[in-house]
Each structure stands twice: as structure tokens, then as C-alpha cells.
């Protein structure tokens, strides 16, 4: 398991399926991914692994991604959120008998987030 700040996805998905398979990473959490819905998950697959994403949708920036091996019993739980100031996607693992529950996340630190934040306490 690893994380990254990707700091924009899209332009880096050649080195990063580099990187996956190199290092034989099973999952990857990425934090601003700087992805909006207007960029298909074709664009940022990866062989053998499943991606799971949150697009940050009201400004540029922020974001958060899984990609996790076909290998790796699990299930996208959600990824629904309190606020507009948290990205995050869940992800339950299935492993011999455990099941960790993995999320990754992103708080927007703009001053308007952040009281949006506040205000949802």
C-alpha cells in the first residue's frame, strides 16, 4: 500500500502505471488529483487495477483517487461526503479473515471551504 500528492493525475498516468508495476504496488491512494467529470476513467486506467475517484466539483485542484489490484478482494464503499471541503472514497479490504477499512482524503484549505467546514460541525 502507498500514497501520493499526485498534484495532477492526467499528464502522469504513463509514469505512475510505471511505478505500479515496478514496484508491484496492490494499492495506491492519491491526494489532488486535480480530475474533474469531464475526464473519463478510460483516460486514467491502468491495467489490471480498478480505480475509484472523488473530483473536487466546484474549483480547480484537490481530488482524491484509488487504484487498487484486480487481485485484491474489496468493495467501493462510498464516496460520499459531509461537505464540499472533504474529498475522500472509502474502500473495505477482504483479507484472510480481516477486513481494514481503507479511505483517503482531502481537505480544501481555501477560506471559503474551510467555512463550509465549520459550518457542517
Not at 478510460?42 to 489490484?69: F, Q
Amino acid at each position: 500500500m502507498a500514497h501520493l500528492n499526485i498534484r495532477s493525475l492526467l499528464p502522469k498516468v504513463a509514469e505512475l502505471q510505471c511505478i505500479l508495476f515496478t514496484c508491484d504496488i496492490d494499492v495506491l491512494s492519491l491526494s489532488e488529483t486535480f480530475l474533474t467529470d469531464n475526464i473519463a476513467d478510460e483516460c486514467l486506467s491502468v491495467p489490471g487495477y480498478k480505480l475509484y475517484r472523488n473530483d473536487r466539483d466546484s474549483r480547480h485542484g484537490g481530488g482524491v483517487a484509488v487504484y487498487i489490484k484486480d487481485t485484491i478482494l474489496h468493495t467501493f464503499l462510498s464516496d460520499a461526503q459531509s461537505s464540499t471541503a472533504i474529498e475522500v472514497c472509502w474502500v473495505k479490504l477482504h483479507e484472510r479473515g480481516k477486513n481494514p477499512l481503507l479511505y483517503v482524503q482531502y481537505i480544501d484549505h481555501h477560506p471559503r471551504a474551510v467555512s463550509t467546514l465549520k459550518h457542517h460541525r
